[in-house]
């Protein structure tokens, strides 16, 4: 654990990952990333929304390395081929890092608070750990975790290819077993659609109906 007295990190401490590397399975097999919101490449909102957030910016994906490229970050790809989903593009992630932390959202939730890095690094700090993930209200009033986003320390490394080595895939497991501070997130200070990730061409064309162009809710 880190001294919970220590200061959070701040924005030039982090590096923040838009993870964009998964089959699309539910999109028809298109790339999720490249899809278009409101004329722009879901991914490309991803990378606005973060761009202030934090010091320095990659894209993981797996698929159309070059057209993500076009959006002007570096592009990691998993040290696996074999799309072994979250975690491996963690795991990537923290291959390439240069900063302490890595602050990882995916590219399929546009809307994600424009706050999420200083949340969770001030969480992390408070608690004194190296790992700290956002949750939302549950429909019975629990903390529901959002595994993909998730800030984690450069130590976390060995600890996540041990996982994958031992065939863990899911995020949550992994983050838990570490010893993950949730942070809570939520109306009506949040957004409600901040965590709102569409999966499918029809929950895309349904949240671009009811956002505006600049991706504000509708009233």
């Known amino acids: 654990m880190h001294d919970a007295q220590a200061s ?50 990659a894209i993981n ?32 992630g923290l291959a390439h890092l240069e900063t302490p932390w890595l602050l990882t959202v995916p590219c399929d939730t546009p809307l994600f608070p424009p706050d999420l890095a200083t949340r969770l690094a001030h969480a992390a700090q408070a608690a004194g750990t190296r790992l700290a993930m956002a949750a939302t209200p549950g429909a019975d009033g629990s903390l529901q975790p959002q595994p993909v986003f998730c800030l984690m320390h450069r130590e976390l490394a060995p600890s996540l290819h041990e996982s994958l080595a031992g065939g863990e895939r899911r995020a949550w497991r992994w983050a838990a077993a570490a010893g993950c501070t949730l942070v809570p997130f939520g109306p009506p200070r949040d957004d409600p659609l901040a965590f709102h990730n569409v999966n499918t061409s029809a929950e895309l064309h349904q949240l671009q109906a009811i956002t505006s162009p600049g991706g504000a809710t509708r009233t």
């Open 8 to 57: 959070a990190p701040g924005r030039d401490a982090i590096t923040g990952l838009i993870l964009a590397g998964g089959r699309g399975t539910r999109m028809g097999g298109r790339d999720k990333g490249l899809q278009l919101f409101h004329k722009q490449p879901l991914a490309q909102w991803a990378l606005r929304r973060l761009r202030p957030q934090v010091g320095r910016l």
């Open 61 to 92: 994906a797996n698929r159309n390395a070059a057209a993500y490229a076009r959006l002007g970050v570096p592009v990691w790809s998993d040290l696996a081929g074999d799309f072994q989903g979250p975690l491996a593009g963690f795991a990537a």
